[in-house]
């Protein structure tokens, strides 16, 4: 049985949810998002409340119950209240600033790393070391996140590099001098 997948969704009074066969669209204050939904799962809207049923208790329908919940209540989240995740630089030299839709960072290579904001995302440089990643769905705002983290990943000598706010970064100790 899945602890997840049974419990129900409230829909806040500002966010409008419509089905259509298996494609859900929630539509909010901050924007709309839709998504496909496995022909294994029904979803039903009763009185501002949403809950997913399965078929049977096949392993895999278990697995789908759960996670098209959890699917369903990042959409309604995302288009409530928007969904960031916030990027530190740390390195002398390396610093990141906004142009337009573009982030441009210098993290240290011979030329600049440009990235523009993927479709429903933006980016915030409150200062030149962190840079704030928003968007309504959970899912790209993560990917783009990480994407970003790719262009210098932190290394574990001195710390240089571009990590998530929260990630804590074990350092290595290096080199034992001669004797």
Known sequence: ???????PITVPSD???????????????????????HKNMTVTLDNGVLTVKRPDDEPSNKSLHGLTRTLINNMIKGVKEEYQKELQINGVGYRAQ????KLVMNLGYSHTVEMEAPKGITFDVPNPN???????????????????RTKRP????????????????RRKEGKAGKK
């Open 98 to 101: 906004k142009q337009g839709t």
């Open 154 to 169: 932190p290394e574990v000598y001195r710390g240089k590099g571009i990590k998530y706010a929260e990630e804590v970064i």
């Open 1 to 7: 049985m899945s602890r997840i997948g049974n419990n």
């Open 130 to 148: 962190t840079i704030i990643v928003r968007g309504i769905d959970k899912e790209v705002v993560g990917q783009t996140a990480a994407v970003v």
């Open 15 to 37: 966010v409008e949810v419509k089905i259509d066969g298996q494609k859900i669209t929630v539509k909010g204050p901050k924007g709309t998002l839709e998504r496909e939904i």
